[in-house]
């Protein structure tokens, strides 16, 4: 086995705080998911008819950025994302149907990394990364809420919308909020500490 092959290996297998802190943080977010959906039903009637409900909606990808970027390892963005969904649909009048989401998303993400070789983590990368979760997120929305009914112009904005909220709440505030808690020393042991 090469030395390269080696380092493969080792930065591929997941350690137990890494499964720990996934858990507990996919929970925690999957909760809070919950929680802002209250925010999204009071913001939805004031922002429907405009096509401006998305400017809401791009917490829901944060999972898929935010814990990869701590734990960096292949199949993070994934595996966060299903069980941050799961632990929302026990919650949510979404059901089951939020793990479609959660799949969704996290594949977005998960191209995204894996595509930089789990290697680059700035937040740029980060903001790609939640980019394309909420395209493949509004991908879902389109057929499953049958978008095609509507104007161009309107699906531009949904669209224009979500991508904006995605980076705000997936990219730019998964950056800030991982960059806090490295520097509050509470990140030491995992790979966002030691690149």
Same mark, same amino acid.
């Given at each position: 086995?090469? &030395?390269?092959?080696?380092?493969?290996?080792?930065?591929?297998?997941?350690?137990?705080?890494?499964?720990?802190?996934?858990?507990?943080?996919?929970?925690?977010?999957?909760?809070?998911?919950?929680?802002?959906?209250?925010?999204? &039903?009071?913001?939805? @009637?004031?922002?429907?008819?405009?096509?401006?409900?998305?400017?809401?909606?791009?917490? =829901?990808?944060?999972?898929?950025?935010?814990? @990869?970027?701590?734990?960096?390892? @292949?199949?993070?963005?994934?595996?966060?994302?299903?069980?941050?969904?799961?632990?929302?649909?026990?919650?949510?009048? =979404?059901?089951?149907?939020?793990?479609?989401?959660?799949?969704?998303?996290?594949?977005? !993400? /998960?191209?995204?990394?894996?595509?930089?070789?789990?290697?680059? =983590?700035?937040?740029?990368?980060?903001?790609? !990364?939640?980019?394309?979760?909420?395209?493949?997120?509004?991908?879902?929305?389109?057929?499953?809420? %049958?978008?095609?009914?509507?104007?161009?112009?309107?699906?531009?904005?949904?669209i224009t919308?979500?991508?904006?909220?995605?980076?705000?709440f997936a990219? =730019?505030?998964?950056?800030?909020? %991982?960059?806090?808690?490295?520097?509050?020393?509470?990140?030491?042991?995992? /790979?966002? !500490?030691?690149?």
């Open positions: 086995m090469t &030395d390269s092959s080696k380092s493969i290996k080792t930065t591929s297998t997941l350690t137990i705080f890494e499964i720990v802190l996934t858990l507990v943080l996919a929970t925690s977010l999957g909760v809070a998911f919950w929680g802002w959906t209250f925010v999204y &039903d009071f913001a939805k @009637p004031f922002l429907k008819l405009s096509g401006l409900s998305y400017l809401v909606a791009g917490f =829901w990808i944060l999972a898929s950025v935010f814990i @990869p970027n701590i734990i960096r390892k @292949p199949g993070i963005a994934i595996a966060a994302s299903l069980m941050a969904a799961f632990v929302e649909s026990l919650l949510t009048h =979404w059901g089951l149907m939020s793990l479609m989401w959660g799949l969704v998303q996290g594949l977005g !993400a /998960e191209i995204v990394f894996f595509s930089f070789s789990y290697r680059k =983590w700035n937040l740029g990368v980060l903001i790609i !990364a939640a980019s394309l979760s909420t395209l493949f997120s509004f991908a879902l929305d389109y057929f499953y809420y %049958s978008y095609g009914t509507l104007s161009f112009s309107f699906n531009l904005i949904q919308s979500y991508l904006l909220s995605g980076i705000i990219g =730019w505030f998964s950056y800030s909020l %991982s960059r806090r808690l490295l520097r509050l020393g509470l990140l030491d042991q995992f /790979e966002i !500490a030691k690149t």
